[in-house]
């Protein structure tokens, strides 16, 4: 009898700790990497996370490009700096929004521009119904943080579910850990 408590609680406790322990599950699935970059960081990033899952990958090209000029983020009435004061602005994606249907997990990759998404990335959710898919954010900055853009992410796309978000500093160490933290990991 004292060996059936023993082992009935042991078990108990090792349900507890798997239970406390699992990274919450989200659909596996077909996969694609999206992504916007206006100098090249996000691009690489993007590129090693799809390598990484042998996913598709979407780069979001502007239908007019940013120039130099365009990104000064010191003159205050660049086309980036009005962009990103502009609550309705939503820059033209070349080619348009394309479905995404079909995919379960969409991984969207951007810079940070003043603290957030850069417009176009609007544009994109704007455009592109995300609902019961996984959204998994990932971004290149200067020093900002995601949680501001994941913020964003939600609101955009109430019916998604959005994962953590990542600030990619050391490309595939930080998505290997940042994966196996979402339960994206497989
Ligand atoms: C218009 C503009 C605004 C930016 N704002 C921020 C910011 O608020 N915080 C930050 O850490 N970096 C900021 N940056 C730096 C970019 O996020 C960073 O250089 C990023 O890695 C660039 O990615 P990309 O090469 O894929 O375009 C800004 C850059 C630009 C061009």
């Given at each position: 009898m004292k060996k059936f408590f023993a082992f009935a609680a042991g078990c108990a406790v090792l349900a507890a700790l798997c239970a406390f322990g699992a990274a919450p599950s989200?659909?596996?699935?077909?996969?694609?990497?999206?992504?916007?970059s206006a100098t090249g960081t996000t691009r690489e990033a993007a590129e090693t996370l799809a390598k990484m899952r042998g996913a598709d990958l979407w780069e979001i090209v502007p239908e007019q490009p940013y120039t130099a000029e365009d990104l000064n983020y010191h003159n205050d009435a660049s086309?980036?700096?009005s962009e990103q004061r502009d609550e309705s602005a939503r820059p033209a994606i070349a080619g348009g929004v394309r479905s995404l249907d079909g995919y379960d997990v969409v991984y969207a990759g951007y810079p940070i521009w003043?603290?957030?998404?850069?417009?176009?990335?609007y544009t994109f959710f704007d455009g592109c119904d995300l609902s019961g898919k996984?959204?998994?954010?990932?971004?290149?900055?200067g020093?900002?943080?995601?949680?501001?853009?994941?913020?964003?992410i939600k609101e955009l796309e109430p019916q998604a579910k959005v994962t953590e978000g990542l600030r990619v500093r050391n490309g595939e160490r930080d998505f290997a850990a940042w994966l196996k933290e979402t339960g994206l990991a497989r």
């Amino acid at each position: 009898m004292k060996k059936f408590f023993a082992f009935a609680a042991g078990c108990a406790v090792l349900a507890a700790l798997c239970a406390f322990g699992a990274a919450p599950s989200y659909a596996a699935g077909k996969e694609i990497v999206v992504y916007f970059s206006a100098t090249g960081t996000t691009r690489e990033a993007a590129e090693t996370l799809a390598k990484m899952r042998g996913a598709d990958l979407w780069e979001i090209v502007p239908e007019q490009p940013y120039t130099a000029e365009d990104l000064n983020y010191h003159n205050d009435a660049s086309r980036s700096n009005s962009e990103q004061r502009d609550e309705s602005a939503r820059p033209a994606i070349a080619g348009g929004v394309r479905s995404l249907d079909g995919y379960d997990v969409v991984y969207a990759g951007y810079p940070i521009w003043w603290g957030n998404m850069p417009k176009i990335m609007y544009t994109f959710f704007d455009g592109c119904d995300l609902s019961g898919k996984t959204i998994a954010p990932f971004c290149t900055s200067g020093g900002s943080g995601v949680s501001a853009s994941v913020s964003t992410i939600k609101e955009l796309e109430p019916q998604a579910k959005v994962t953590e978000g990542l600030r990619v500093r050391n490309g595939e160490r930080d998505f290997a850990a940042w994966l196996k933290e979402t339960g994206l990991a497989r």
